[in-house]
């Protein structure tokens, strides 16, 4: 009988299907990244991939750094107005407004990532416990060098108040490096790899849904899959020449 030799599985192009909100979207785009971070506002539960957070971090980074522009730039050019008053700047609620409106689904995203790593979401307490510590003692430092500043104009900051000076230069630098160490320990833990343990945060198995969606199998390959799922086709089998005839078919005479 002939021998045959099995060829390789021929990839198929993934199957282009929308995950569940529940369920990450590995290798998601720009667009559709917001479109998420909008519908899912304030949910906590869930998974959110590497993608799906950076894409919204981008996001929101560049309407951030719009707005500011925009605020300093009317601020350097005030517009007078009736009896020697300046108009108002109305960026300057708008940029409030924004970054109060940007916080909850941030840490929403945050916490679906945390969640997409095998990570609980009480880690952004440590997060923002470091950079709002970080902030309180920068603010003090520079309102204890404001201070003396007010109190001893001509001690600052050469003469006896050189030795207060230091002190809070010193609780100055203390302050970024806590700033810092909250920064890094955010991106770490947001670059995290996708683990598939992670589904136990997840309101809805992914097994619960019928029909018309495929968990994602590619979990460390979060930037490249491009959709939930993959579908290979076998080819036929090839017969090797080897010499020998094949019993299974009639020989001509």
Not at 68 to 85: C, D, K, M, Q
């Amino acid at each position: 009988m002939a021998q045959y030799q099995a060829t390789p599985p021929i990839l198929q192009q993934p199957v282009q299907c929308e995950p569940p909100l529940d369920q990450p979207w590995y290798g998601i785009g720009f667009g559709n990244a917001i479109v998420r971070f909008w519908r899912k506002y304030a949910t906590f539960s869930g998974r959110a991939s590497r993608s799906e957070y950076w894409w919204s971090y981008l996001f929101t980074t560049l309407v951030s750094i719009g707005i500011f522009i925009l605020t300093n730039s009317i601020n350097l050019f005030p517009v007078a107005s009736g009896e020697g008053r300046t108009q108002t700047n109305p960026f300057g609620i708008i940029s409030l407004m924004t970054s109060l409106a940007f916080l909850v689904p941030q840490y929403a995203v945050s916490a679906r990532r945390l969640h997409d790593a095998n990570k609980s979401g009480h880690w952004l307490w440590l997060i923002g416990g470091l950079s709002i510590a970080g902030t309180i003692i920068m603010l003090t430092a520079i309102f204890q060098m404001v201070m003396w500043a007010l109190f001893h104009p001509y001690d600052f900051p050469f003469r006896t108040g050189g030795g207060h000076l230091m002190q809070a230069v010193m609780v100055l630098l203390l302050g970024l490096l806590v700033l810092l160490a909250g920064a890094i320990t955010n991106i770490v833990m947001m670059c995290l790899p996708s683990q598939p343990a992670g589904a136990r945060f997840d309101r809805v198995p992914a097994t619960a849904y019928p029909t018309g969606y495929t968990p994602q199998p590619g979990y460390q390959q979060d930037m490249q899959a491009s959709g939930p799922g993959v579908q290979y086709q076998a080819q036929p089998l090839a017969p090797v020449p080897d010499g020998t005839p094949d019993t299974d078919v009639q020989q001509q005479p």
